[in-house]
């Protein structure tokens, strides 16, 4: 059975800074593409940052230069280090993790999600 659980997130102030981890299980992480994604109340999920299995990262224009994105296989987990943050990144995060199966397509995963609030 495939987890993907979050945690890191909490109340910062405006300006401040917050680390985000996702430890998964039940998957072959190194072959595996990582994400953030975020919903704020009232708005769709959007895509923060990915990471693929060989290193490839895209970001939103939102975050970019204020938020990174890493991953550690020996710890099957992936990080999102937010820097900088502002109250429009208020939301609740979720970790994202895809693998593609031959013949099959891509197998998307989620986490439970993890709250992160910023005042203002």
């Known amino acids: 059975q495939v987890q993907l659980v979050e945690s890191g997130g909490g109340l910062v102030q405006a300006g401040g800074s917050l680390r985000l981890s996702c430890a998964a299980s039940?998957?072959?992480?190194?072959?595996?593409?990582m994400g953030w994604y975020r919903q704020a109340p009232g708005k769709q999920r959007e895509l923060v940052a990915t990471l693929s299995s060989g290193g490839t990262i895209n970001y939103a224009d939102s975050v970019k230069g204020r938020f990174a994105i890493s991953r550690d296989n020996a710890k099957n987990t992936v990080y999102l280090q937010m820097n900088s943050l502002k109250p429009e990144d208020t939301a609740v995060y979720y970790c994202?993790?895809?693998?593609?199966?031959?013949?099959?397509?891509?197998?998307?995963?989620w986490g439970q999600g993890t709250q992160v609030t910023v005042s203002s």
């Open positions: 994202n993790g895809r693998i593609f199966r031959s013949g099959k397509g891509w197998d998307t995963y």
């Open positions: 039940g998957i072959t992480f190194s072959i595996a593409a």
